[in-house]
């Protein structure tokens, strides 16, 4: 079985950083394509970034192209999100979810496992 923990979270001002982490456990994280998902308060979650197994390429959302980084330490079985240029809409709880077939998507059903998530919200 495995376990994602969020960490990283916390209020920011807006055109601050932030970098959230994701412990995984029970599993190697090398097995995963792993990604990052959002979802403000009354909104539906959405994709933010991924990390594909299966060719090491990173993919973003068109919010977060250019401002986020995903990347991921296998050592440390943890993978991490660094935000940059943060924004007020960027206010959301972020999740980290793993998927195990070696096909991408951006959906959040196709992922079979998921952290608690970790609040971030950016003051203007």
């Known amino acids: 079985q495995v376990q994602l923990v969020e960490s990283g979270g916390g209020l920011v001002q807006a055109g601050g950083s932030l970098r959230l982490s994701c412990a995984v456990s029970?599993?190697?994280?090398?097995?995963?394509?792993m990604a990052w998902f959002r979802q403000a308060s009354g909104k539906e979650r959405e994709f933010v970034s991924l990390f594909s197994r299966s060719t090491s390429r990173t993919y973003y959302s068109d919010s977060a192209k250019g401002r986020f980084t995903i990347s991921r330490d296998n050592a440390k079985n943890t993978v991490f999100l660094q935000m940059d240029d943060l924004k007020p809409e960027d206010t959301a709880v972020y999740y980290c979810?793993?998927?195990?077939?070696?096909?991408?998507?951006?959906?959040?059903?196709?992922?079979?496992?998921w952290g608690q998530g970790t609040q971030v919200t950016v003051s203007s």
């Open positions: 979810a793993a998927r195990w077939q070696y096909s991408d998507t951006y959906a959040a059903a196709g992922y079979g496992y």
């Open positions: 029970g599993r190697t994280l090398s097995s995963y394509s």
